[in-house]
């Protein structure tokens, strides 16, 4: 069975750094084709994918908010860390870390963390 | 503005057969990209319910059903039950960057 849980603050202050891990179970990240992600959502808005790295340490982010994001793994830890910088009250949500199995062409995300409500606020 | 288009909401009776489509374009549907479809109750993680256009993840009742066309795809659900009663998003890919509709409310009247 695979689980992802989210950790890291509930509230950080504006143009802090926001740093989230992901810490997971069930699978490797060693295992080829892989990877784990985050995954967005403001309060009753829609999902925002935000990055993506996978088990050969290849890393995908959104082309619009590139600049403000790195992601990381620790494979002997089984955890996956996002740093965002510049945080803004527009910011707000709930992050997820998500599961990519091993497919070809267009992946999906198979197993989602419960989710952090993130809120940015002086 | 999401790539994928979404319905803002649908609804239907318990019983009745409802469709939520995801409109694209050639940039992404319209490419190739296979589409996924997620169900997500309200204060809780989505989850995958349909993934590869029309494939059903172990667990998924057959009542759920996709399908895709062109520069569009849509999720069917026939015989409606009240727990299905949920918001659902498309997810695709634009230029290779992952991309989702806006979401859709389903409500059964």
């Known amino acids: 069975q695979i689980t992802l849980k989210e950790s890291g603050p509930t509230l950080v202050k504006p143009t802090q750094t926001l740093t989230l891990t992901c810490t997971f179970s069930g699978f490797s990240l060693r295992t080829s084709g892989v990877g784990v992600g985050w995954i967005r959502q403001p309060p009753g808005k829609a999902l925002e994918w935000l990055a993506l790295i996978y088990w050969d340490d290849d890393k995908r982010y959104s082309p619009s908010l590139n600049n403000r994001l790195t992601i990381t793994k620790d494979t002997s830890k089984n955890q996956v860390v996002l740093e965002m910088t510049n945080m803004d009250p527009v910011d707000t949500a709930t992050y997820y870390c998500?599961?990519?199995?091993?497919?070809?062409?267009?992946?999906?995300?198979?197993?989602w963390g419960q989710g952090t409500l993130v809120t940015v606020s002086s | 503005q999401s790539v994928l288009t979404q319905p803002p909401s649908v609804s239907g009776a318990p019983g009745q057969r409802v469709t939520i489509s995801c409109t694209g374009s050639?940039?992404?549907?319209?490419?190739?990209?296979?589409v996924h479809w997620y169900q997500q109750f309200p204060g809780t993680a989505p989850k995958l319910l349909i993934y590869r256009n029309n494939n059903r993840p172990s667990g998924v009742p057959d009542r759920f059903s996709g399908s895709k066309s062109g520069t569009s795809a849509s999720l069917a659900i026939t015989g409606l039950q009240a727990e299905d009663e949920a918001d659902y998003y498309c997810?695709?890919?634009?230029?290779?960057?992952?991309?989702f509709g806006g979401g859709t409310k389903l409500t059964v009247l």
């Open positions: 998500v599961y990519r199995p091993s497919s070809l062409g267009s992946g999906w995300y198979s197993a």
């Open positions: 997810q695709s890919y634009d230029n290779s960057f992952v991309v």
């Open positions: 050639s940039s992404n549907i319209g490419e190739g990209y296979d």
